[in-house]
């Protein structure tokens, strides 16, 4: 659907409150994500078998791998930044198409000036 010159403005803010829609989401995805995280550290800081940091990172990594909390919050990010990656795309082709009508809109002005003036000097 091509829109008129005079809806791309409107257009292309709607598509661009989108992108900032799915920023929104991802950090409050990020922050949930943080305090699970968190939470995992506090498990992992008070068990006492644990000789090194390598073990607590081992330890620490099998604690989140289990929260399915934390997977689903994984596979939410993963699928906002792809629905984010989109809107962006779609931001851009807006703001192509935007350039390419007023080019357009530019182009059918200078040829219908270039026409009278023609028509000028015949004389008609």
Do not use: W
């Amino acid at each position: 659907m091509k829109l008129s010159l005079s809806q791309y403005p409107s257009a292309i803010a709607q598509a661009a409150q989108a992108v900032n829609e799915f920023e929104y989401q991802m950090a409050e995805v990020r922050q949930h994500l943080a305090r699970l995280e968190g939470n995992a550290e506090m498990v992992v800081a008070f068990e006492t078998a644990l000789k090194n940091d390598n073990q607590r990172k081992a330890r620490r990594f099998e604690v989140l791998q289990v929260n399915q909390e934390y997977q689903r919050g994984l596979d939410a990010l993963n699928r906002i930044s792809t629905e984010k990656a989109n809107a962006l795309a779609r931001l851009e082709h807006l703001r192509n198409e935007f350039s390419v009508a007023k080019l357009e809109t530019r182009l059918t002005i200078a040829q219908k000036l270039t026409g009278l003036e023609s028509r000028e000097l015949v004389g008609l």
